[in-house]
């Protein structure tokens, strides 16, 4: 297997280049055959994607392909004030790098340091979110999962110093379909092994600053699906309110 070092010899080498994307795929192929849940293959996939590219945190997605709206995250770094932050920005700001709008790119991977040639303080989301816990100096690589014209997913990660070259843009973009179909197999695999029985419809009533007022018990099954439950907070998630 080619495995080039990150920053190394051979960024501007077609043939090089070709033969790293073409072997990088291995590894994430065989996840697809490990009958995974989602959790376990975002955090399989995380742990792979670390051997062939550098980041110091990172945030994976599950989306909706109809309406691009999260379904599920995972991350092994940031808790749950943290996403929430990121999903403000996502969906509530104006700002470079967003998932809506790379999912409309070919191929649908960025980073903030090239989208802003270099100046990465003109990013709301580095002045709010990634120079305050530490990545100021470094960068920010984002990509969109898309099997076909349909988005399953979707990654941030992150680096405390240096900038992503232009064979890991090209790598990770290049991961995108096989890491698209290792999600949906996981949705549907999950799918298919939930039990359930016919559940009541649960009631949650807000307060005016969204945190929760009252629940029925019906209801608290189904939060605890979109909470994350180590977090020491009463917000809603941002899909809900």
């Known amino acids: 297997m080619t495995i080039l070092a990150a920053g190394g010899r051979g960024d501007d080498n077609p043939a090089i280049m070709a033969a790293a994307v073409s072997d990088q795929r291995l590894p994430f192929a065989r996840l697809l055959h490990r009958g995974l849940d989602l959790p376990s293959y975002f955090d399989a996939a995380d742990r792979t994607l670390a051997q062939l590219v550098q980041f110091d945190a990172s945030c994976w997605l599950s ?16 808790g749950f004030d943290q996403l929430l932050m990121l999903a403000a920005n996502e969906y509530l700001e104006d700002d470079e790098n967003r998932f809506a709008d790379l999912s409309r790119t070919d191929p649908p991977v960025g980073t903030l340091h090239r989208v802003t040639s270099g100046h ?8 709010t979110f990634l120079s305050p816990y530490g990545f100021g ?6 990509v969109v999962f898309r099997d076909g014209a ?14 992503f070259t232009e064979r890991e843009i090209r790598i990770i973009g290049d991961l995108g379909p096989v890491i698209a179909n290792g999600i949906r197999r996981a949705i549907l695999l999950g799918a298919l092994s939930a039990e359930r029985e016919p559940e009541p419809p649960g009631l949650v009533l807000l307060d005016a600053d969204d945190a929760i007022d009252t629940i029925s018990p ?24």
Not at 120 to 127: C, D, I, Q
Not at 137 to 142: I, N, S, T
Not at 150 to 163: F, K, N, P, V
């Open 63 to 78: 989306l909706d392909p109809a309406t691009l709206l999260p379904t599920s995250h995972f991350s092994r770094e940031y």
């Open 120 to 127: 990465p303080e003109r990013s709301r989301r580095h002045a």
């Open 137 to 142: 100096d470094g960068d920010e690589l984002r």
């Open 150 to 163: 349909e988005a399953w997913g979707a990654a941030a990660i992150h680096r405390r110093s240096g900038t």
């Open 218 to 241: 019906a209801a608290r099954p189904w939060l605890r699906e979109l909470f994350d439950t180590t977090a020491a907070t009463n917000d809603v998630p941002l899909v809900l309110a």
